[in-house]
């Protein structure tokens, strides 16, 4: 069995075994390496168009206000963030995955949002409070379009 095989089977048995688990947890099982989310979140592949639409949105993802990136139809794109190209470039999709749920993990003094958790902080709306700003199919969809970057 390869490696990805036995931690899908690892995380259904546990998964199984304690069916009040919290996404936090969820998330913790799917992290392999410090790095790296292998599986996809939402057991589905992701659809690079509709990432790219996240991505370019600035209404849901709003990538663009801080990173820029080979969109030329778009006239504002941000400079506080590394060119997404060139970050698809150098990071596998797991690390890409992993940075979209939550890039304080790597970098404490991010200023990227944690895309896939439900704690925001404080003076949260009520209608966002316990919500994460992505959805699982969301995050494989932009993870889908970032790779399709690299070629």
């Not at 895309?115 to 994460?132: E, L």
Request: charged share 20%; glycine share 6%.
């Amino acid at each position: 069995m390869t490696q990805r095989v036995i931690n899908w089977c690892l995380a259904a048995c546990f998964v199984l075994a304690a069916p009040s688990i919290t996404l936090a947890q969820q998330l913790e099982q799917k992290i392999t390496s410090g790095e790296v989310i292998v599986d996809s979140l939402s057991g589905a592949p992701g659809d690079p168009v509709r990432g790219r639409v996240i991505v370019l949105s600035r209404q849901s993802g709003l990538c663009i206000l801080c990173h820029s990136g080979p969109f030329p139809e778009e006239r504002f794109q941000g400079n506080l963030a590394p060119d997404l190209a060139a970050s698809a470039a150098k990071l596998s999709e797991g690390q890409l995955r992993a940075r979209l749920v939550d890039a304080s993990r790597f970098n404490p003094n991010t200023i990227m949002p944690p895309y896939f958790s439900r704690d925001h902080g404080v003076r949260i709306a009520p209608q966002f409070a316990n919500k994460t700003m992505l959805t699982a199919q969301e995050i494989e969809d932009v993870v889908a379009f970032l790779v399709s970057l690299k070629q």
